[in-house]
């Protein structure tokens, strides 16, 4: 077999592993927006700037591999790979790691939860505690208000006599 065949085959097989990555990096945008909830312009951003950095990886690939040519049988590859990583075993991954990150982020709250009970309790304890300080500060308050009113009035009073 000639090294021209050898090196196009080379390519195919690239432009093939090429799609099956760029596919694989998506599912972790997909595994990320099962976790956490994105709006609409957000997820509209993220697959921009990850379509952009494809298209520079790509570029990158038939630029090194290639001399920078646009073969139409690496697009096919790239696509054939994306298209076989999809159907194989994309779904699975997806769900297999989205549930598994799900069960470690419960398992950390339980975690969490656990260790601040104290705290959580102190915290309830110490909030009654200055509530209840701060309506007998706030009767206090009221109290004084009222004197030094009265005061103030009986001042003007005597002020205003002489």
Aim: charged share 20%; glycine share 4%.
């Amino acid at each position: 077999m000639s090294q021209n065949i050898v090196n196009e085959v080379t390519f195919l097989l690239h432009s093939f592993l090429m799609g099956i990555i760029i596919t694989f990096v998506y599912d972790g945008f997909l595994i990320l927006r099962r976790l956490i909830r994105h709006s609409l312009f957000l997820i509209s951003i993220e697959d921009l700037i990850f379509w952009i950095a494809c298209a520079i990886g790509v570029f990158y690939m038939l630029y090194e591999e290639n001399n920078g040519i646009l073969r139409w049988f690496a697009v096919f590859g790239a696509s054939l790979g994306m298209i076989a990583y999809k159907l194989s075993i994309s779904a699975v991954i997806v769900n297999v790691v989205s549930k598994l990150i799900e069960r470690i982020i419960s398992v950390l709250k339980r975690i969490f939860s656990f260790l601040f009970k104290p705290f959580k309790f102190l915290g309830k304890k110490v909030f009654h505690v200055c509530r209840r300080s701060s309506k007998k500060s706030r009767k206090i308050c009221r109290c004084l208000k009222n004197k030094l009113t009265g005061r103030i009035k009986l001042l003007k009073i005597v002020l205003c006599k002489r």
